[in-house]
Structure formats: structure tokens, C-alpha cells
């Protein structure tokens, strides 16, 4: 009997060792904290090829500070456009209260040459979320503006025309080149003579200030190569000088003319063969 005791007691002395054993070996789960809202952010931001329409996205819904049903306004953030041609003129600002996206559009002079450096900052405190979160004011976004060229749509009428075209009876004449490296031109003349030619094109700046080289690959009606300049004024974005010539199938003693040589270069024709084109929109 006394014997079975002394076992039982060492079993009983074993279990406790182990149980003590295995509470001691238990790690505790420590939860961390979740870390702390970091309020409304900046998460997006994209600019239209014209450098005119730019979208601003955020983390989530954002309202104006001091009420949670309006929307965001012009004064709520600074604009700052560092760097090339352009100069930024005014802004405004399209947001609908809650909303994730703000719309802008922007108003500049001078020709953007793709090195300007739009950035965009929030005014301290102006911006909140639904929990009355304030945006902080270290956020910032920044976007580089294109350097479009001579996309867009043109077109020339009446003392614009050269004289080459005024000639040969032409009317008008327009122009589209697009952001796909596509072009469309169509020409009328006075006796109702509806052309139209399209096929692809390659713009390039030149090592001369303010004239570029264009190459085009026409496909419509028929396969043919034309090269030449273009110039848009500085001044004023929606005007342009722009003088080509075939040169696939050559046509003997006719050459295009050269950004070295200026704008009546081109061999056989001279000035004769400058146009003048005004810009009628920009996609």
C-alpha cells in the first residue's frame, strides 16, 4: 500500500513538472497596434496630350474641410509649374463632394516643350475625409507636361493658303494628326474638289530652334512618302508654318526643304510652297 502511494505520488509529481514545463514554454501572442490612419493621399494623376485636361485620384473620398458634404474647390491645393516654355495661368478645379477623382483644367501661354514639371500640393488642413481626417500638407504630386507638336487639327483658308495652292484652285485645307501616329489631310478647291489623303507620320525636333522635321507614309489613295518642317510660334501655339514636298516617288529637282535652310527651302518651289495653318483643336 504504502508503496502504491509513492507511486502515485511520483506520477502525480511528473504531471506537474510537465504542465509547469509547457506553461513556461508557452509564448503570450503579442497583437500589435494598428498603425495609424494616414489620412487622405495623393494615389493618381494623368494629363491629356494637350497638356489642358489632368486628373487627380486619391486614396478615398476626400471633402473640404469644415463639412463633410462639400466638395473640393481651386483654393484647396497650390499649383506650381517649374521649368521649359510654358508658363501656367489659372486653374480650375471640377471635384464632386466625396468623390475619389478631381477634374482640372489648366490654362497656360507658350509652347510646352515636354520639360516643364507640373506639381500639385494640398493647403494645410483644407482637405479631409469622411472621418474628418485632414490630408496632410507634405503631400505632393508631380506630372511632366508633353511636348505635342503638331498634333492636333489644322486648318488653312483664304491668304493662309500658299501660293502653290492658291494656284492649283484650293480652297481650305485641314489637317489632322493624332496621338496614335496617324494623319488625315483634306483639301477643297473652288470648283468643289473634295481630296483626301491619310497614312502614318513621325515628328522630330531639329537642331534648329523653332522648326521641326515631319515624315509622312501615306497609304490613302496611294502609297507615297512626303517629308518637310513645321514651325509653331512661341507666341502663339495655334499657329504654324509648315512647308513639305513628295519625295516618294521623287519628282526630279523637287527636294524637301531642310531646318538648316529655313522655311522656302524646298528645291523648285521656294516660299511659294509655305503654308500657314491655325490650330482648331488639340485631342
Known amino acids: 500500500m504504502r508503496l502504491g502511494k509513492q507511486v502515485c505520488a511520483f506520477i502525480f509529481l511528473n504531471l506537474?513538472?510537465?504542465?509547469?514545463?509547457?506553461s513556461c514554454s508557452k509564448t503570450d501572442t503579442i497583437v500589435?497596434?494598428?498603425?495609424?490612419?494616414?489620412?487622405?493621399?495623393?494615389?493618381?494623376?494623368?494629363l491629356s496630350t494637350d497638356?489642358?485636361?489632368?486628373q487627380l485620384d486619391f486614396s478615398e473620398s476626400v471633402y473640404k474641410s469644415g463639412s463633410a458634404g462639400t466638395e473640393l474647390t481651386r483654393a484647396?491645393?497650390?499649383?506650381?509649374?517649374?521649368g521649359g516654355s510654358a508658363q501656367l495661368d489659372s486653374v480650375q478645379l471640377h471635384h464632386t463632394a466625396g468623390s475619389k477623382i478631381a477634374e482640372i483644367v489648366l490654362y497656360y501661354s507658350?509652347?510646352?516643350?515636354?520639360?516643364?514639371?507640373?506639381?500639385?500640393s494640398v493647403?494645410?488642413?483644407?482637405i479631409i475625409n469622411?472621418?474628418?481626417?485632414s490630408m496632410k500638407s507634405t503631400e505632393q504630386i508631380q506630372i511632366r507636361f508633353t511636348d505635342s507638336g503638331i498634333i492636333g487639327q489644322w486648318v488653312s483658308v483664304g491668304n493662309d493658303l500658299s501660293p502653290l495652292f492658291l494656284l492649283f484652285g484650293f480652297d481650305s485645307v485641314f489637317m489632322s494628326y493624332a496621338t496614335d501616329g496617324t494623319y488625315l489631310f483634306e483639301s477643297f478647291t473652288n470648283g468643289g474638289?473634295?481630296?483626301?489623303?491619310?497614312?502614318?507620320?513621325?515628328?522630330?525636333?531639329?537642331?534648329?530652334?523653332?522648326?521641326?522635321?515631319?515624315?509622312?507614309?501615306?497609304?490613302?489613295?496611294?502609297?507615297?512618302?512626303?517629308?518637310?518642317?513645321?514651325?509653331i510660334s512661341a507666341n502663339d501655339i495655334h499657329a504654324m508654318q509648315y512647308e513639305t514636298v513628295q519625295t516618294t516617288p521623287a519628282v526630279e529637282g523637287l527636294t524637301p526643304p531642310l531646318p538648316e535652310a529655313g522655311f522656302g527651302s524646298s528645291g523648285l518651289l521656294g516660299s511659294d510652297n509655305i503654308q500657314v495653318f491655325r490650330r482648331v483643336y488639340l485631342p
Open 123 to 126: 493647403v494645410p488642413d483644407a
Open 130 to 133: 469622411l472621418d474628418g481626417l
Open 193 to 231: 474638289i473634295h481630296n483626301m489623303l491619310s497614312g502614318t507620320f513621325v515628328q522630330q525636333k531639329s537642331s534648329v530652334e523653332g522648326i521641326r522635321v515631319v515624315a509622312l507614309n501615306q497609304v490613302l489613295p496611294v502609297t507615297s512618302g512626303i517629308s518637310g518642317i513645321f514651325g
Open 110 to 120: 507658350g509652347l510646352p516643350d515636354g520639360n516643364e514639371l507640373l506639381t500639385i
Open 32 to 46: 500589435d497596434p494598428p498603425p495609424p490612419d494616414p489620412g487622405p493621399q495623393f494615389s493618381g494623376i494623368s
Open 16 to 22: 506537474m513538472v510537465m504542465v509547469l514545463a509547457l
Open 51 to 54: 497638356n489642358r485636361l489632368l
Open 76 to 82: 484647396d491645393f497650390q499649383f506650381s509649374l517649374t
